[in-house]
């Protein structure tokens, strides 16, 4: 049997820390349905031409709405967007247009291709956000756990490399983002990314805030562990060492599990932060 490291595999293994993780999902997945079928949206959209390489649009009538992309966590390797509809009910309803991306899961890709997924996606999002009611210029990026991470490669893009000069997002959610990928090598959890040190370095974003950036909200339970805390403090630490537009949120009362409901709930400390991002 593998031997992993016992101080980080009780810090990163939620599961095993949270029993009851699958009401969790329940939960998420019994409220996305909800809006899915109250709300107009347009679903499946393809972005790529990959397996899993779709979004989920709640749009807003006439134009020039904010837009907030959300990608979704599960350590990269599980979930996908159909359980992430539900902040749609709150955020439409102050006038965002709400997106839910998927992407193809490790081990059958590499974290690599799932960052380059990723960076398709808002590609793709800012080049049809008018069909749906939605700003271009007005694309603030989100993601929970995992897409948490992603969210933060996405705020790290430099969009002129990848023929998207135009791009310029306008803010960041990260919520209970993973930043530096290194104390995962010794982890179930990389088990099925299957990163070496040098992939786990390469897509460490906090090695890699940009020299200038939109606001960014590193938003995190108050009540996960210890290296959940430090990695979104030290993240926002760094991103306001380098720019001085970044929030460090811990949110009382709030776990790994709970705290991604807080998005679209009107009223929430958190939703609150990201509608005063935007400038709702």
């Known amino acids: 049997m593998k031997k992993y490291d016992d101080h980080y595999e009780a810090e990163y293994n939620l599961r095993a820390r949270h029993p009851d993780f699958e009401t969790y999902f329940e939960r998420w997945q019994s409220d996305s349905a909800h809006a899915r079928n109250s709300l107009p949206c347009s679903l499946d959209q393809q972005y790529g031409d990959g397996p899993n390489m779709s979004l989920d649009i709640f749009p807003q009538p006439g134009a020039s709405h904010p837009i907030v992309l959300f990608i979704h966590g599960g350590y990269w390797r599980a979930m996908d967007k159909d359980s992430f509809a539900y902040p749609a009910i709150g955020l439409n309803d102050a006038g965002v247009v709400y997106v839910s991306v998927n992407y193809a899961l490790a081990p059958s890709v590499t974290l690599d291709e799932i960052v380059e997924q990723c960076r398709q996606a808002v590609v793709w999002v800012h080049q049809n956000a008018e069909k749906y009611g939605g700003d271009p210029d007005r694309i603030h990026i989100s993601g929970h756990s995992a897409g948490g991470h992603l969210t933060a490669m996405m705020l790290s893009t430099d969009w002129a490399k990848w023929g998207a000069a135009e791009i310029k997002l306008a803010g960041g959610i990260a919520i209970s983002g993973i930043f ?98 935007i400038g709702l």
């Open 180 to 277: 530096e990928l290194v104390p995962l090598l010794e982890t179930s959890i990389n088990d099925c990314v299957q990163l070496d040190q040098t992939a786990a370095l390469r897509n460490s974003p906090s090695a890699f805030v940009p020299s200038n950036g939109p606001p960014m909200i590193a938003a995190v339970g108050a009540n996960e562990t210890d290296e959940f805390l430090r990695q979104s403090r030290e993240y926002a630490e760094a991103w306001n060492a380098q720019i001085g537009n970044g929030q460090y949120l811990p949110l009382k009362g709030f776990h790994h599990f709970d705290v991604v409901c807080e998005l679209g709930r009107t009223g929430s400390e958190l939703n609150d932060a990201v509608l005063a991002q």
